[in-house]
């Protein structure tokens, strides 16, 4: 079996700030994904990966940056924090670039506090 | 444009209860549909998926779930449930799409609290 690790798990920044988070998976998958999660609101897409130097917008990617330089790792930028960006921020990944066919497997995520 | 629904943000039972956690989507055409389970500081963990065949799946610890294409749903049941199954459950949906990527869409999630 393979784990996804996301670091940091906390995370404060102050507004205005550029935060980086970070994503790591050794399921050797090649689709990466990152959602935020607002409670009562479920999870909604960012930015999603299909392959190593490939990026694609969510749903949701105004105010952020996204890299996979990687296969194994992806990370989200947000480039100028405000305090309704507090959120739990879960990186997932699945086997193929299919996506809705496939199965996630998720990190415990980072959650996101802004002063 | 696809949209999942769970109408019960909380549910509370009883340890041994049976329970029903509802789904409903609306989108017309070939789909997707899955339920996933994610324990308080956690991540999502996938429970099981339907796409065709047989409406009833078994999915991991006893849960099932029901395909109705006529109610537009896929609720999913527990015969009884124990304290470990309290978590927030996510039901979602994509397309079936043969050449291009499709994303999960996920409904607002039901927190289930089972009660020793």
């Known amino acids: 079996g393979g784990i996804i690790t996301q670091t940091p798990k906390f995370l404060i920044g102050q507004e205005g700030q550029k935060l980086t988070l970070k994503c790591q998976q050794n399921?050797?998958?090649?689709?990466m994904y990152w959602y935020r999660q607002d409670s009562g609101k479920g999870l909604r897409l960012i930015y999603y990966s299909i392959t190593e130097n490939d990026l694609q917008k969510g749903d949701l990617s105004e105010g952020y940056d996204a890299s996979r330089e990687k296969k194994s790792s992806f990370s989200l930028t947000v480039t100028s924090a405000q305090k309704n960006e507090m959120a739990v921020f879960l990186c997932a990944s699945s086997p193929g670039p299919g996506g809705g066919a496939e199965t996630l497997y998720f990190g415990s995520g980072t959650r996101l506090t802004v002063l | 444009t696809q949209t999942v629904s769970q109408s019960d943000a909380h549910v509370t039972v009883f340890e041994g209860d049976s329970v029903e956690l509802r789904c409903n989507y609306s989108y017309g055409g070939s789909i997707y549909l899955s339920w996933y389970i994610q324990h308080h500081g956690h991540g999502l963990q996938f429970l099981l998926k339907y796409y065709s065949g047989n409406p009833v799946v078994q999915g991991v610890n006893g849960f099932e779930a029901e395909f109705s294409k006529s109610d537009s749903s896929f609720h999913l049941r527990k015969a009884s449930v124990h304290w470990s199954d309290s978590a927030v459950y996510f039901c979602?949906?994509?397309?079936?799409?043969?050449?291009?990527?499709?994303?999960?869409?996920f409904g607002q999630g039901t927190s289930l609290s089972v009660v020793p």
């Open positions: 399921f050797n998958h090649d689709t």
């Open positions: 979602a949906v994509s397309l079936l799409a043969s050449s291009s990527f499709s994303k999960l869409v």
